[in-house]
């Protein structure tokens, strides 16, 4: 292990680490200066010990930032999490070879293993965690329209294995890896509606912080028209919008309580440095 890659991994793991813990004990809120200096140091590291990937990792950087910044607006992430995944991707920007497996990674860019990861511990973390841990009556019970939906997308993941299996053939891994991925998705798809319930605190306007975001899929249509007359109404609490509704005494649902993402990058981050990019057990 050379002093390039044992530097690399010390700052990605405390970067990573950092992150996470403002996302638990400080209300999921990244100090701008935090944010901004995890960047900074991500393109030292770059420009340091990357020299031979500096343009991948440039590039990759902006596509992760630029993307990162349109999710934000939308409303679907904090901006936190964008800055995180830019710091990752200029810390260290190929997929090391794994500690576990010895399969190829392809030269794939590590912030794409770590994506996919991220991805992988959040399906499972999410429904066990809000429906099993939080304890308190349930609110919604599926119907059959979630029932339906969870079973269509069981069947597309089991038309995805039968696809892999024409043209790749058989594997335990294969298959155990889509059930991995198919049981605990469909089962977030069927209880949505209670998991997004207990991550949502109902609150007035004037006690949004600017960053929060707003469960637009537990507003009726007419809250949604209501709520439209203010400038700047959307996903995202921004400070204009908190101004322009500071006086409005109907609440909002925000997402007071929801998943830490920068956990689950943490993991994905451990799992990809063990296991590498995860999809390439498929193939």
Not at 19 to 34: G, H
Not at 77 to 101: K, N, R
Not at 189 to 202: A, H, P, Q
């Amino acid at each position: 292990m050379d002093l390039g890659f044992t530097v690399s991994l010390l700052v990605l793991v405390a970067i990573a680490v950092m992150y996470a813990a403002f996302d638990l004990f400080n209300k999921r809120n990244v100090p701008d200066i935090f944010a901004y200096a995890s960047v900074v140091v991500g393109i030292i590291i770059t420009l340091a010990f990357h020299q031979s990937d500096l343009t991948l990792s440039l590039v990759v950087a902006a596509v992760v930032g630029s993307i990162g910044y349109v999710i934000y607006r939308l409303g679907l992430w904090g901006a936190g999490d964008y800055f995180e995944l830019m710091a990752i991707s200029l810390v260290l920007p190929v997929q090391p070879v794994p500690t576990l497996t010895s399969t190829a990674q392809l030269g794939l860019p590590f912030i794409l293993s770590v994506f996919v990861a991220t991805g992988f511990a959040a399906i499972w973390i999410v429904p066990v965690y809000y429906l099993l841990f939080i304890h308190r009556p349930w609110r919604m019970k599926p119907d059959l329209k979630h029932l339906s939906y969870g079973f269509s997308l069981f069947l597309l993941y089991v038309a995805l294995f039968m696809f892999i299996y024409y043209f790749y053939g058989f594997s335990v891994d294969r298959i155990a890896l889509i059930m991995l991925v198919a049981v605990p998705s469909a089962i977030t798809l069927v209880f949505e509606e209670e998991i997004t319930s207990r991550m949502v605190s109902k609150i007035y306007p004037r006690q949004l912080d600017e960053g929060d975001i707003i469960a637009f899929n537990m507003l009726s249509m007419r809250e949604i028209r209501y709520f439209s007359k203010y400038r700047g109404f959307g996903r995202l609490a921004t400070k204009k919008l908190i101004g322009n509704m500071r006086n409005v005494k109907a609440k909002l649902p925000v997402y007071r309580n929801a998943a830490p993402l920068a956990v689950f990058i943490l993991i994905g981050m451990i799992l990809s440095l063990l296991l590498g990019n995860i999809v390439l057990f498929i193939v």
